[in-house]
C-alpha cells in the first residue's frame, strides 16, 4: 500500500539553525499537510498545500516556518531559525483530494533543538 | 469544526470487540466523522470515515446514530497491537478548511 515517507526520522539541531524536513506524499496526491506534536500534546495543525501555494495555515505557522514543493515528488518545511520551543515531532500528510477523503500521515521526524 | 467528546481511557479484552463512543453533538449536515489512531508517538493512521451512513472496511467499522450526534467505532476482534490512542474528528468539507483537529482521544488498551 503506498505511503508517506519522511526523512530523517531524527534531526537534532542547534538553536538559531535552519532545519529542512522532507517528506515524499503518495504519488497520485495532490493536497499536502504539515502538523506537529509536542511531546505529551495534542497533534497540531501547521500548513497545507495546493497547487503550489499554501491554502490555510495555523497561527503557529510564522515567518520562520516555509514550505515548499521543490519538484515532483518531494514536499519540505524549512525552520529557518530554530528555537528551543520547535522540538516536536513533525508529520506530513497527503490527500488524493480535499473533500470526503482521508489524509494519509507519514511516521514523523523528531526534531530536537539544543 | 464541530468539537467531539471522547473517554480519555478504556479497557478490551484481547479477542473481543472494542467500541470506542464519540459524541458530536453540534455536527453540523457536511462534516464528516473521521476516526485516526496513534501507535505511540507514530504518525496518525487513518481508520474510516462517514457522513451519515454506517461505514465498513478492513480495520473497523463506523456506526452513526440517526441523529448523528454521536458515533462509535468497533474493532471486532481487538489484538494487542490496536493498543493506541483513537481519535474521533469532525471535519467540515469544502471551503477554506483543510486541517484535521486531533482532540485529546482515547486511550485504547487492550490486555491479553
Request: aromatic residues 10%; contains cysteine; negative net charge.
Amino acid at each position: 500500500e503506498p505511503e508517506v515517507t519522511q526523512t530523517p526520522s531524527h534531526q537534532v539541531t542547534q538553536m538559531g539553525q535552519e532545519v529542512i524536513l522532507r517528506c515524499v506524499p503518495i504519488s497520485n496526491h495532490l493536497y499536502f499537510y504539515w502538523y506537529r506534536q509536542i511531546l505529551g500534546q495534542k497533534v497540531e495543525f501547521l500548513v497545507s498545500f495546493y497547487n503550489n501555494e499554501i491554502s490555510e495555515k495555523s497561527e503557529i505557522f510564522d515567518d520562520q516556518f516555509s514550505v515548499e514543493r521543490p519538484d515532483g515528488s518531494n514536499f519540505t518545511l524549512k525552520i529557518r531559525s530554530t528555537k528551543l520551543e520547535d522540538s516536536a515531532m513533525y508529520f506530513c500528510a497527503s490527500s488524493e483530494v480535499r473533500v470526503g477523503k482521508p489524509q494519509h500521515f507519514g511516521d514523523g521526524t523528531r526534531l530536537s533543538i539544543l | 469544526d464541530a468539537k467531539t467528546t471522547q473517554p480519555p481511557s478504556m479497557d478490551c479484552a484481547e479477542g473481543r470487540a472494542a467500541n470506542l463512543p464519540c459524541n458530536h453533538s453540534t455536527i453540523s449536515g457536511n462534516e464528516y466523522v473521521y476516526w485516526y489512531r496513534q501507535i505511540h508517538s507514530q504518525g496518525p493512521q487513518y481508520i474510516i470515515h462517514g457522513l451519515k451512513n454506517n461505514e465498513t472496511n478492513e480495520m473497523a467499522s463506523l456506526i452513526i446514530t440517526e441523529d448523528r450526534k454521536s458515533s462509535t467505532l468497533i474493532l471486532p476482534h481487538a489484538t494487542l497491537r490496536d493498543t493506541a490512542v483513537y481519535y474521533c474528528i469532525v471535519r467540515v468539507e469544502g471551503g477554506s478548511n483543510y486541517k484535521l483537529t486531533f482532540g485529546k482521544g482515547t486511550l485504547l488498551t487492550v490486555n491479553p
